[in-house]
């Protein structure tokens, strides 16, 4: 109970903490400090009516104690704009939340790109070290160094504890999305489920944004793949979209992402990822309308020239009943090295009776494939040829 | 905090330029040394005027050319005041090289 009130409060404790000592590892070591005050007290007296701004101001007094006691950083103490905090007067709503400005920094794009996902898994998220550091199948100590790094480039280089001005905003919003949709696809491993990690930064980024479309787009588009997952596997097997038990499907999760694509779309949002989730919606419908996906992913392709998009809209296609179009859009598509590549291919040659040229596909997948699922799905196809 | 701004770019590029552009984007680079933020700017003489020197056994060495032999020279440097990362950014985008093809490294200054 204590750990999911501490998960919540931690990346606003956080955030209003840097924002008040302007420097990360300070206002980590002030937070650390006030939750484990917290841990000893709570149990015995309770938690307080707002654990947010009793954090905040018992995390400021320990920063400001600290700083005195420091006789070295004895000149800094002129610069702290609050002397004194009042322990026993609470009033949250005088704490500004500042999550925003705490994951513009974190996504800043000066960072490099395993920095910004950990530092913001880290600092908003409120993981341990160590269960990052799980979570990515890299050792601890890879971690600590990756975060300090991070955390050592914002003060050196000066990324600003703020959010970026109108001009910046939607490049810095992508930035801070790809982020957030990155570390929802790294899926899960060890102690932490990262996808829903990201579905729960995901809705701080819209709570904090609510104006903006692309947020509610990869909310939603996050919500309706992590309801079907489930569904996904069959014991260690992949199951096909079209093959999954839709029993298996979270029907309220793909509700919420359904009502976060429709905000996203009463806000005018046309990007890819408002994109995206549409396409992950028509395909919860039953019958799934294909020639409507396809024009989707037509719309994505245009956005994002991607030719793995290229490759989904084939598919599309194919289910939309045209395999032999599909299969001249796949054919003219760069992506050699790319596994689904031969995989689509062969299912597409399959349909249209060319078993010979199929097979040769599927075995060039299974060359490319590395995880047990993926081989065994492929070697499974490839047997009933 | 001040920043170094480090400009990389590819000669050839800029002497591709028409006549005109080029004076335009020369006149443009030294508007930049005129603006608020700028500490100084430094343009410098092309890479084949640069000498590499070298003290090893006492004996000072030199060879002709610049230290790194790539298509990008180090070309100059604009040194800057400002607030944070993301202004020094507008200004380094700003630099011509940085839309021909080149580069432009920024770097805080280490504060005396």
């Known amino acids: ?385 | 905090m001040q920043y170094a701004l480090m400009i990389y770019s590819d000669p050839a590029r800029y002497e591709a330029l028409p006549e005109a552009e080029r004076a335009a984007v020369s006149a443009e680079f030294a508007a930049l040394a005129d603006d608020a933020a700028a500490v100084s700017a430094v343009q410098l003489q092309p890479a084949e005027t640069a000498t590499c020197v070298r003290v090893a056994g006492g004996r000072t060495l030199m060879t002709d050319g610049p230290f790194a032999d790539t298509k990008e020279v180090f070309g100059g440097f604009w040194l800057v005041e400002a607030a944070n990362l993301d202004d020094v950014v507008e200004l380094a985008a700003r630099i011509p090289a940085a839309r021909f093809g080149g580069v432009v490294e920024v770097r805080p200054v280490v504060a005396r």
């Open chain 1, 1 to 385: 109970m204590l750990e999911e009130v501490f998960r919540v409060q931690w990346g606003r404790v956080l955030a209003s903490l840097v924002g008040f000592l302007g420097d990360f590892d300070k206002a980590e070591e002030a937070a650390q400090e006030a939750f484990a005050i917290a841990a000893e007290r709570w149990p015995a007296t309770g938690v307080p009516a707002n654990p947010g701004a009793w954090l905040v101001t018992t995390a400021r007094n320990k920063a400001i104690d600290r700083i005195r006691r420091e006789r070295t950083l004895a000149e800094k103490i002129h610069l702290l704009p609050v002397p004194e905090a009042v322990m026993d007067e609470f009033d949250e709503t005088a704490i500004k939340d500042e999550r925003l400005e705490l994951i513009f920094t974190c996504c800043h794009p000066a960072l490099p790109l395993d920095g910004q996902v950990a530092l913001t898994l880290r600092a908003l998220g409120g993981l341990e070290t160590a269960d990052i550091a799980r979570a990515f199948l890299v050792s601890e100590e890879t971690m600590k160094r990756r975060l300090s790094r991070a955390k050592a480039k914002i003060k050196a280089t000066g990324i600003p504890f703020a959010v970026p001005g109108a001009h910046l905003l939607p490049d810095r919003l992508d930035a801070a999305l790809a982020v957030i949709y990155l570390i929802y696809n790294e899926g899960y491993s060890g102690r932490v489920d990262l996808a829903a990690e990201a579905i729960r930064l995901g809705r701080v980024l819209t709570e904090l944004m609510p104006d903006e479309p692309e947020a509610y787009g990869v909310l939603a588009l996050m919500m309706i793949h992590h309801a079907r997952r489930r569904a996904r596997f069959s014991g260690d097997d992949l199951v096909l979209l079209e093959d999954q038990d839709r029993s298996l499907w979270d029907h309220a999760r793909i509700a919420e992402g359904q009502a976060a694509l429709d905000r996203a779309i009463a806000l005018c949002g046309r990007g890819a990822y408002v994109v995206q989730a549409a396409i992950a919606s028509l395909q919860t419908a039953e019958p799934i309308d294909w020639p409507q996906v396809a024009e989707l992913y037509r719309r994505l392709a245009e956005l994002t020239g991607s030719p793995v998009v290229e490759l989904n809209r084939a598919v599309a296609l194919a289910q939309a009943g045209d395999p032999a179009a599909a299969l001249r859009t796949v054919d003219g598509l760069d992506l050699d090295g790319y596994l689904y590549f031969h995989s689509t291919r062969g299912e597409l040659l399959r349909r249209l009776g060319r078993a010979e040229e199929a097979r040769e596909a599927y075995h060039r997948a299974l060359e490319l494939a590395t995880s047990i699922p993926e081989r065994r799905f492929l070697t499974k196809r490839l047997e009933q040829l």
